[in-house]
Nanobody
């Protein structure tokens, strides 16, 4: 059974930091590209960051570039998203995604709220 379980979300003040984690199981994690997406209330889902299967290539959405770092640990079947200098507009549900060829899996999401 495929599972992607996100954790690490919560309430943080503007300028603060959070580290999201996504623990994967039920598939060959090291074969999959992993990504973080987010969806704010009333808006569409947008790419935050992506990382290749071996971790050698990363990509970032313009809204988080320079403030976020995606990484993965294939030994632990986990992908991370470190977010710094958080802004109120970063408030959203953050989703973990695994992608390989025609296979596409999603987690349930973790809420990140940036507010004073």
């Amino acid at each position: 059974q495929v599972q992607l379980v996100e954790s690490g979300g919560g309430l943080v003040q503007p300028g603060g930091s959070l580290r999201l984690s996504c623990a994967a199981s039920g598939f060959t994690f090291s074969s999959y590209a992993m990504s973080w997406y987010r969806q704010a209330r009333g808006k569409g889902r947008e790419l935050v960051a992506g990382i290749s299967s071996a971790g050698g290539s990363t990509t970032y959405g313009d809204s988080v570039k320079g403030r976020s770092t995606i990484s993965r640990d294939n030994a632990k079947n986990t992908v991370y998203l470190q977010m710094n200098s958080l802004k109120p507009e970063d408030t959203a549900v953050y989703y973990c995604n695994a992608h390989y060829r025609t296979y596409d899996y999603w987690g349930q999401g973790t809420q990140v709220t940036v507010s004073s």
